[in-house]
């Protein structure tokens, strides 16, 4: 017959636990530190990644960046007009030709279409398409597919809205402005935890941080 434990035991018993618990607490505090620091770590450096990338991927969206400080950064939104053709999807040539100031040459350029789409998405019953020449943002006026109207002729980048990027309390904002109207205009913070944010030389660098740690990427735009 076995015999019950007695209280001396019992008490014995949860003293030698406690030593015990005691012991092993210290290094696994510190491997969960550990750990939680590393976690941390990678989330910082993945995170500065994607930023820098959707950064990048706007300015390459841009046209005429204007770098007007450290601090606000101007440009103008391309339209790349794509196409639809065989169920395959079509870039046009980022720039177009106004051969004179009433044919418009645009290769492969469904215009009905396009105009029909911009339609429903601004509410626009113009029928204006903005253009950027000579640094300049120009109206051509679409009467109808085949009959345009502007005050000027020649090359021509077509431009769908104004960008702002500004930095400020460790936060990138972005502002947009859709066909350079006021009552569309959206902004929105773009990124947050940002302790550097600087272009020069045709380079982007930033730096992220999070409580304790700070990670900078820097990386050369081709604009």
Known sequence: MKKAFTLFELVISLILSGIILTILSKPLWEFYQLNNKNLKTKELIINT???????????????????????????????????LEDKNTHLLNSTLILENNTTLYSPKSDLQTQLQNRKALYKDEQNIIYGLSNNKIQKIFILSENNLSSSFIGNFIPISAELNFTFKDDQIYYEIKPRFNDELKQSAILAKNISFFKIQNSKLKICM??????????KRLFL
């Open 49 to 83: 990644h994607l930023t820098l990338l959707k950064i990048e991927k706007l300015f390459q969206s841009c046209a005429n960046i204007n770098i007007i400080d450290d601090n606000l950064i101007h440009c103008f939104l391309k339209d790349d007009l794509l196409t």
């Open 209 to 218: 941080k999070n409580q304790k740690q700070e990670y900078c990427l820097e």
